[in-house]
């Protein structure tokens, strides 16, 4: 009787356990080394992209991941649906008006020098190689979604903007979802659809008006002007009953989380939450 056919990546992964096979990519590193100098992402150290020391500093940072909505002011509500508890009591203790809770946020860990670093080596450098990285600290945050794995859930990636991926030559966070789903690493009954796009137009038209630095640098409220409006998940009612959650690299003011939150529950889908690798110090709202 025939053995079972492996899938293309576990195959690969069985032909690289080999003893042979570990020895030539050693070899391979250590020549890549004399050609191509890299140096780590984090601390600099020389021959590699990222030293067993940095390695277990970004693990450590992303071991435990944690609800990260209340840093971000521009997060849209959860689904208003009381039987869900989707609203609090207000500040003040009385119950006459209710403040509904921002959407939940799952964040793999605190964006500090170490996970910093290594996302921007990523995501500006090309240091592609640090995806598994990446990657690894995703699939903790996801498996930590509240309620994640009791439904089919789409993880849905805020989409990429097309001159960024020109520039780059590839999309960090399809890269890190494609990972995380090739090593079998998403929750169960968990799928990744990239079901977010840009308007036709919206960035040649100038609704992204920062086309070069992105939303980087801007105030809070400068950030909701810049996305709003620009996205889009299909015609009203095109996704009623999929359940999504929306994933993004870096979690700051919430405002491009909004913007795709806004798209999809705009074609009918019920947006239960999101889930980033780390979580920034918002910018202040007047700036």
Wanted: charged share 20%.
């Amino acid at each position: 009787m025939s053995s079972p056919r492996l899938s293309p990546f576990r195959e690969a992964d069985r032909v690289l356990q080999h003893p042979a096979a570990a020895g030539l990519l050693r070899a391979c590193r250590e020549l890549r080394s004399v050609l191509l100098p890299v140096v780590c992402a984090v601390c600099a150290r020389p021959d590699e992209s990222l030293c067993n020391g940095c390695a277990a500093a970004v693990r450590h940072a992303t071991l435990r991941p944690f609800e990260a909505s209340s840093g971000a002011g521009l997060l849209p509500f959860q689904e208003e649906d009381p039987a869900a508890g989707a609203f609090c009591p207000a500040r003040d203790g009385s119950s006459e008006e209710p403040q509904y809770r921002p959407l939940s946020v799952t964040s793999a860990g605190r964006y500090g020098t170490a996970l910093a670093r290594v996302l921007l080596a990523c995501k500006n450098h090309g240091h592609t190689d640090l995806v598994p990285v990446l990657g690894t600290a995703m699939a903790r945050a996801l498996h930590s979604v509240p309620g994640i794995g009791q439904d089919c859930v789409h993880v849905v990636p805020v989409p990429g903007k097309t001159q960024a991926r020109y520039r780059r030559g590839y999309d960090p966070l399809a890269l890190i979802l494609g990972y995380v789903g090739r090593r079998g690493l998403l929750p169960g009954k968990t799928h990744v659809s990239r079901l977010v796009r840009y308007r036709p137009g919206a960035e040649a038209a100038g609704w992204l008006r920062t086309r070069t630095a992105g939303q980087k640098g801007l105030g809070a409220r400068a950030r909701r002007r810049n996305v709003h409006g620009t996205m889009t998940a299909g015609p009203p009612g095109s996704l009623r009953g999929l359940k999504v959650v929306v994933a993004d690299d870096v979690l700051t003011t919430g405002a491009t989380v909004a913007e795709a939150v806004r798209a999809l529950r705009g074609a009918g889908a019920e947006v239960v939450g999101a889930v980033v690798i780390a979580a920034a110090r918002a910018p202040s709202a007047a700036r």
